[in-house]
T-cell receptor
Framework: KAGVTQTPRYLIKTRGQQVTLSCSPI?????VSWYQQTPGQGLQFLFEYFSETQRNKGNFPGRFSGRQFSNSRSEMNVSTLELGDSALYLC???????????FGQGTRLTVV | GENVEQHPSTLSVQEGDSAVIKCTYS??????FPWYKQELGKRPQLIIDIRSNVGEKKDQRIAVTLNKTAKHFSLHITETQPEDSAVYFCAASKNTGNQFYFGTGTSLTVIP
């Protein structure tokens, strides 16, 4: 069974630009969550999608948005990039409610 | 919302010794507590988890204990080996989805 796949692995963007990150969950997993990982803050929850609906949302500004498609693949978008958005963005998929999250390898975003 | 605190932030032990990492949580509704191990440059991976109806769980050299009254849970690693060196994260979640609140991580170094 293929694991969680995130693309691209690395991105360099300029302040003010926008970016889209993609996540393909494990086959059969309908829950996809996104996390921002930084050295100082650890892993912080962005949002969770289940069956194309946002089920939970973390405390991030509206510049961070996401969506999920009918095949459970998910995208995350960040608009008007700021230097502080530089981080590793991890997505995770789960098979059922409140259970193990399987993480992708992440997308390393650098904003210059 | 939930607040998870984790201590210590760094831990060095001699090979063969035990390591203990402690976490506290604030939301009494949290009922699932996973522990993730993240090696340098790799994705977080689940090493053990516990639910609120269980006080202790063990898997070979790894054990987790949970005290619901005090709202704290701990990871115990016995007979540590150099390959145990990594960053360990505790997390808490509840039955509203797959939204995990993570501690800030413990960097464990096992000295051969």
């Amino acid at each position: 069974k293929a694991g969680v796949t995130q693309t691209p692995r690395y991105l360099i963007k300029t302040r003010g630009q926008q970016v889209t990150l993609s996540c393909s969950p494990i086959s059969g997993h309908r829950s996809v969550s996104w996390y921002q990982q930084t050295p100082g803050q650890g892993l912080q929850f962005l949002f969770e999608y289940f069956s194309e609906t946002q089920r939970n949302k973390g405390n991030f500004p509206g510049r961070f948005s996401g969506r999920q498609f009918s095949n459970s693949r998910s995208e995350m978008n960040v608009s008007t990039l700021e230097l502080g958005d530089s981080a590793l963005y991890l997505c995770a998929s789960s098979s059922t409610l409140n259970t193990e999250a399987f993480f992708g390898q992440g997308t390393r975003l650098t904003v210059v | 919302g939930e607040n998870v605190e984790q201590h210590p932030s760094t831990l060095s032990v001699q090979e063969g010794d035990s390591a203990v990492i402690k976490c506290t949580y604030s939301d009494s509704a949290s009922n699932y507590f996973p522990w993730y191990k993240q090696e340098l440059g790799k994705r977080p991976q689940l090493i053990i988890d516990i639910r609120s109806n269980v006080g202790e769980k063990k898997d070979q050299r790894i054990a987790v204990t949970l005290n619901k009254t005090a709202k704290h849970f701990s990871l115990h690693i016995t007979e540590t080996q150099p390959e145990d060196s990594a960053v360990y994260f505790c997390a808490a979640s509840k039955n509203t989805g797959n939204q995990f609140y993570f501690g800030t991580g413990t960097s464990l170094t096992v000295i051969p």
